[in-house]
């Protein structure tokens, strides 16, 4: 086998982030599968620079970003609020929820994805609002440092992660 980047990341199993339920995983592995096939790159439990944590965001070659909001159930939806706190940080936003959801609790004017482990599909399509360059570039440099820290900590597990001896 060619000691590629692409066949040494092949082998790659990432662990399981244990934050979300199983339905809601499936759902970001299916998601993530549908970015991957536009050509974006995604990171999941990305932490923004107001401190909150979007489910999953996603970076297009043209730097793009786009924030996917993930609801398992009804009861997600409705117990939790803090997804318009995300939308001054992407310049598209989705929800992201299984065929079990019904459509209609989720606002009709932003975008929909259905998933599930094995895939996703589009069902409505986020309107686009362009970031300002400003965010724009704070945002790919906050996305960079997450994914390369990621890597750092597949490559090197015994890491001390605060830099303390």
Same mark, same amino acid.
């Given at each position: 086998?060619?000691?590629?980047?692409?066949?040494?990341?092949?082998?790659?199993?990432?662990?399981?982030?244990?934050?979300?339920?199983?339905?809601?995983?499936?759902?970001?592995?299916?998601?993530?599968?549908?970015?991957?096939?536009? *050509?974006?790159?995604?990171?999941?439990? &990305?932490?923004? #620079?107001?401190? $909150?944590?979007?489910?999953?965001?996603? @970076? /297009?070659?043209?730097?793009?970003?786009?924030?996917?909001?993930?609801?398992?159930?009804?009861?997600?939806?409705?117990?939790?609020?803090?997804?318009?706190?995300?939308?001054?940080?992407?310049?598209?936003?989705?929800?992201?929820?299984?065929?079990?959801?019904?459509?209609?609790?989720?606002?009709?004017?932003? *975008?929909?994805?259905?998933?599930?482990? &094995?895939?996703? #599909?589009?069902? $409505?399509?986020?309107?686009?609002?362009? @970031? /300002?360059?400003?965010?724009?570039?704070?945002?790919?440099?906050?996305?960079?440092?997450?994914?390369?820290?990621?890597?750092?900590?597949?490559?090197?597990?015994?890491?001390?992660?605060?830099?303390?001896?």
């Amino acid at each position: 086998m060619p000691d590629s980047s692409a066949a040494r990341l092949s082998n790659i199993i990432l662990p399981a982030d244990g934050r979300q339920s199983p339905v809601a995983a499936g759902i970001q592995r299916g998601v993530r599968r549908l970015f991957a096939e536009f *050509g974006h790159v995604t990171l999941p439990e &990305f932490t923004l #620079a107001n401190g $909150r944590r979007a489910d999953l965001i996603a @970076l /297009a070659p043209d730097g793009m970003l786009t924030i996917i909001e993930i609801k398992s159930s009804v009861a997600d939806f409705r117990a939790d609020r803090k997804w318009p706190d995300y939308e001054d940080f992407c310049d598209r936003f989705y929800f992201a929820v299984p065929e079990t959801v019904p459509f209609d609790i989720l606002p009709e004017d932003r *975008g929909l994805i259905i998933a599930d482990s &094995f895939g996703a #599909a589009v069902m $409505r399509e986020s309107a686009h609002h362009p @970031l /300002a360059g400003a965010r724009r570039k704070a945002v790919t440099l906050r996305f960079a440092h997450a994914a390369a820290a990621a890597l750092h900590a597949l490559a090197d597990p015994d890491r001390i992660a605060d830099g303390r001896l």
